[in-house]
């Protein structure tokens, strides 16, 4: 919880990079949940922004509800800039994404956008990605248990997701398999190419040459990093 004044750091310094007329991507987690009401705040202060996209029911929920004009990839294909979260960022700005499920609309508005900027506390820097956190994998109901024999081929071990005692379903009706690797992960573009050619397999957290930037917040202050 303490890091909390740093992910509203983050979030506040990341609100200050939208412009007028943007189409904005809206991230999710708790850091966006900062962004997202301090944009709500810049744009009562009179800022115009065409819409925002967000990548969950959550962050649609709480951006509509504060006043923020909600649109869609189906109204605008182009984003001008997408502000989230990371579960963590190495030095060349590779992410492992999806801490709180909603990897495969974050990673479709990220791709969708001309820029991609994650925020964070600086608890999220590693040196080397998959020493702490798993990578979530979201994965066709249908298929899980030849998509759990092949990541664990891969050399995960592989924990079905599960959200207040019951399996998660993410809001494309998915599974997610959060797969740990305990020496951390070699080779994060190899990795993913490897979970991307399992048939079931929909999506990973591993975002990959995505981030320009990140704007990091801790006891030192808020700093931008680029890789
Ligand atoms: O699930 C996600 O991808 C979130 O963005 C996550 O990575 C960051 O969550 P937090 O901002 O609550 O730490």
């Not at 065409?50 to 182009?78: R, Y």
């Not at 608890?123 to 298929?143: C, D, W």
């Not at 959200?163 to 690797?181: A, R």
Request: hydrophobic fraction near 45%; charge should be negative.
């Amino acid at each position: 919880i303490q890091q909390d004044p740093w992910k509203q750091a983050a979030g506040e310094a990341a609100a200050q990079l939208v412009e007028n007329d943007m189409v904005i991507g809206l991230g999710t987690g708790s850091t966006a949940n900062f962004l997202i009401q301090a944009l709500a705040r810049r744009i009562q202060a009179g800022l115009h922004i065409v819409g925002a996209i967000p990548s969950s029911e959550t962050s649609k929920t709480l951006a509509s509800n504060l006043g923020i004009p909600i649109t869609t990839l189906d109204e605008h294909q182009e984003i001008d800039l997408c502000i989230d979260g990371a579960d963590e960022i190495d030095p060349q700005l590779q992410l492992i994404k999806g801490g709180g499920g909603a990897l495969l609309r974050e990673k479709i508005v990220a791709t969708a956008s001309r820029r991609f900027v994650v925020i964070a506390d600086e608890s999220k820097l590693v040196e080397r990605l998959g020493l702490h956190f798993p990578v979530p994998v979201e994965v066709i109901p249908f298929a899980a248990t030849p998509v759990r024999r092949q990541l664990e081929a891969l050399g995960a071990s592989v924990q079905l997701r599960q959200h207040e005692g019951k399996v998660f379903i993410s809001e494309n009706h998915n599974l997610i398999f959060d797969c740990s690797f305990p020496q951390g992960i070699s080779n994060p573009a190899e990795l993913d190419a490897h979970m991307q050619q399992i048939v079931g397999v929909v999506e990973t957290g591993l975002f990959l040459h995505m981030a320009q930037s990140a704007i990091v917040a801790g006891p030192t202050g808020v700093k931008t990093i680029s890789p």
